[in-house]
């Protein structure tokens, strides 16, 4: 009998040297011509203008997180109603339901307090009141 190691061992070996030796064949084989555009923040023709630091809206950022985090509440709640039945037939209906239950009520408190501070109100920026204001 063989050690199924050594053909895990294999793959990682293999697995780790293939980008090792394409990145190294590349290196060696591109060009190299330095040029002052090259260097620049953007190479697409276009001349940088004013600061790289720009300041977002949090709330993008917001709705994302509250969307990552519903977006999981579904991946968790399909598999249960898929096994609910089942799983009612086998424990009971409380220690079927009761998890469930609780999973959804912090999910809904946790929704309300968002609420509540704001999180999922949109806000308009300083900028655009301002260019409002001018119109």
């Known amino acids: 009998m063989s050690n199924p190691w050594i053909a895990i061992g294999a793959l990682a070996l293999v697995g780790l040297a293939i980008p090792v030796v394409m990145m190294a064949t590349s290196a060696l084989l591109r060009p190299s011509v330095p040029e002052q555009g090259k260097r620049a ?15 977002f809206n949090i709330q993008y950022y917001m709705v994302a997180l509250l ?15 898929v096994i609910y039945s089942d799983a009612v037939a086998e424990v009971g209906l409380a220690r079927a339901l009761v998890p469930m239950l609780v999973f959804l009520t912090t999910l809904v408190v946790g929704l309300g307090w968002a609420w509540r501070n704001g999180a999922v109100r949109w806000v308009r920026s300083p900028r655009a009141e301002r260019q409002k204001v001018e119109q």
């Open 67 to 81: 969307f990552v985090v519903f977006d999981i509440e579904t991946v968790l709640i399909f598999p249960w109603t």
């Open 41 to 55: 923040t953007y190479e697409s023709g276009e001349i940088p203008t004013g600061s790289t630091r720009i300041r």
